[in-house]
């Protein structure tokens, strides 16, 4: 079992920035050769792809935020990032990571991840 906890949201001014962190705990000496996914939900809305990033760290980012966001990990720390600058108020969501299957393939798709967090609150006001 690999447990996840995010951290690092909050309320941002648009054009700002956060730095999501997403810890890895449990089984750790597999993370660093499964996937992760960030993914969000904002109200009313389903939940969409991000961004995410393989366990030899070739990255993936939906087009809504190329260019603005950045995904990364450290695997001696057990820890994903989503770096998010110029945050617009259309990225106001609950993000959530996502770590797949051991040696796993790299994905959009929701259900191909096999533990999730529970999310971190991102508001950007205008």
């Known amino acids: 079992q690999v447990q996840l906890v995010e951290s690092g949201g909050g309320l941002v001014q648009a054009g700002g920035s956060l730095r999501l962190s997403c810890v890895a705990s449990?089984?750790?000496?597999?993370?660093?050769?499964?996937?992760m996914g960030w993914f969000r939900q904002a109200p009313g809305k389903e939940r969409e792809f991000v961004a995410s990033?393989?366990?030899?760290?070739?990255?993936y980012y939906a087009d809504s935020v190329k260019g603005r966001f950045t995904v990364s990990r450290d695997s001696a720390k057990n820890t994903g990032y989503l770096q998010m600058n110029s945050l617009k108020p259309e990225d106001t969501a609950v993000y959530f990571c996502?770590?797949?299957?051991?040696?796993?393939?790299?994905?959009?798709?929701?259900?191909?991840?096999?533990?999730w967090g529970q999310g971190t609150q991102v508001t950007v006001s205008s």
């Open positions: 449990g089984r750790t000496s597999t993370f660093s050769s499964r996937p």
């Open positions: 996502a770590a797949g299957p051991v040696l796993g393939p790299t994905t959009q798709y929701e259900y191909r991840y096999d533990y």
């Open positions: 990033i393989s366990r030899d760290r070739t990255t």
